[in-house]
């Protein structure tokens, strides 16, 4: 069966950082190749994306994941219903979601400070819910509470077979974007869990790294002269490196998950284009926002490298087992890993019969990502996005035209 998966390779270099740090607040690393390496987990750039998110999709196509998941649910309710209590409102929340999850939803244990309200029902553990699932959850609950906020209402309500299917389907269906792509997990409820569409590897150095550490001290600004020394005194670890990083991007799986056109006036497949394109772009041009006040590391990537596959998806991340070394200190590790690179992609893909993929998009800033120049032809970020966005689209709605080498190579 012909697939549709992206793959989304990566160099970029990040000066002196901890963008991703341990229980002990070092830098993580990891062993590769029998060397120690620079590591920022997977988790770390998936948020990162995700954050990224907000400046690149709708609001109404993002979803939220916390604890306090009644109170996002009570917010929307008093939102359909203003009258309403605030008491009242979390009442039906935490009970339309105990139906349609099947998740405790209980007073956290933690006693409201006086003057405040007591805290709201909150899940035992993080629970991801889109947009328009908490939109839909609140218009049944005020219908089924017969829109007096009466929970025993609600009760009578949800007693009924449809009635609670019906709860359940609401927060199945019509995922979010970030739903979508991450996935998600309902402890209490496997039929509710969402397969994720991405896999995102941890970043590693292409060369071995010693972590360093920054002694630093800050001045009391009211000490006089009679009171010399520091205010405080601190160390804070960080090391620098050039990483590689990998995502793979199941298309078909999104598709499935995401739906068909939500709206009436776009294609079929319409949401997954748009999720397309956000990830790659919230991917490549998103950083770890960890230490980066001490550190301002503000980097992007030199080289990004994205190929659409019909089989599996494939990591080059061997290209750098062997650590990077460069032949002059001066020269840096950019220019060596690019000629690695350039030297494993075409060796392993006619070793397993890939090298006719349907697609390959470079994006590469400076001469010394010249050897990766044979693998294909220079885009822009703004080009490799909406040229990947509309191959996407042909094979969704069209399979795969004959000529899709040609298009991705060229665009």
């Known amino acids: 069966m012909t697939r549709t998966i992206l793959d989304v390779h990566i160099l970029q270099t990040v000066p002196p950082s901890n963008i991703n740090r341990d229980d002990t607040g070092s830098p993580k690393t990891a062993v590769y190749g029998g060397v120690r390496r620079a590591r920022v987990s997977s988790q770390a750039w998936k948020r990162a994306t995700r954050e990224a ?15 306090k998941v009644a109170e996002a649910l009570a917010e929307r309710i008093l939102a359909h219903e203003p009258a309403l209590d605030r008491t009242d409102a979390l009442a039906l929340a935490a009970e339309a979601l105990r139906t349609a999850t099947g998740s405790k939803i209980d007073p ?36 089924g509470s017969e829109g007096k906020g009466d929970v025993a209402v609600l009760k009578d309500f949800f007693k009924n077979k449809e009635n609670k299917a019906l709860a359940k389907r609401l927060v199945d269906t019509r995922h979010s974007v970030d739903i979508a792509l991450f996935g998600r997990m309902v402890a209490d409820d496997a039929d509710l869990n969402v397969e994720a569409a991405t896999q995102v590897a941890h970043a590693l150095s292409v060369h071995a790294v010693d972590n360093e550490s920054d002694y630093y001290t800050a001045v009391d600004d009211r000490n006089t002269g009679a009171e010399p020394g520091a205010g405080m005194i601190g160390v804070v670890d960080f090391n620098s490196a050039t990483l590689y990083r990998y995502a793979a991007l199941d298309v078909d799986r999104l598709h499935a998950n995401l739906g068909e056109g939500l709206h009436a006036d776009e294609h079929a497949a319409a949401p997954t284009r748009h999720a397309v394109e956000a990830f790659l772009e919230g991917f490549i041009t998103s950083l770890p926002t960890g230490k980066v006040n001490t550190f301002g590391n503000h980097t992007l990537p030199s080289v990004v490298l994205v190929k659409l596959r019909s089989k599996r998806p494939v ?39 890939i090298a006719e993929d349907d697609g390959t998009w470079l994006v590469r800033v400076g001469e010394e990502t010249e050897p990766l120049s044979e693998l294909g032809d220079s885009v822009s970020i703004p080009e490799l996005v909406t040229a990947v966005g509309e191959s996407v689209t042909q094979r969704l709605l069209h399979g795969v035209p004959a000529d899709a080498a040609a298009q991705g190579r060229g665009a």
């Open 53 to 67: 998110f907000d400046d690149l999709v709708d609001p109404a196509d993002l979803g939220v994941r916390t604890k």
């Open 315 to 353: 990591s080059f991340v061997a290209a750098f087992e062997r650590a990077v070394t460069p032949a002059r200190r001066e020269d840096g590790f950019v220019s060596e890993a690019c000629r690695r690179l350039a030297a494993h992609v075409p060796d392993l893909e006619a070793a397993y019969g």
């Open 108 to 143: 956290p244990k933690r006693k409201a400070k006086e003057g405040e309200p007591e805290p709201a029902p909150e899940s035992s553990y993080l629970m991801f819910l889109s947009a328009r699932q908490l939109d839909a959850l609140a218009e049944l609950a005020l219908k």
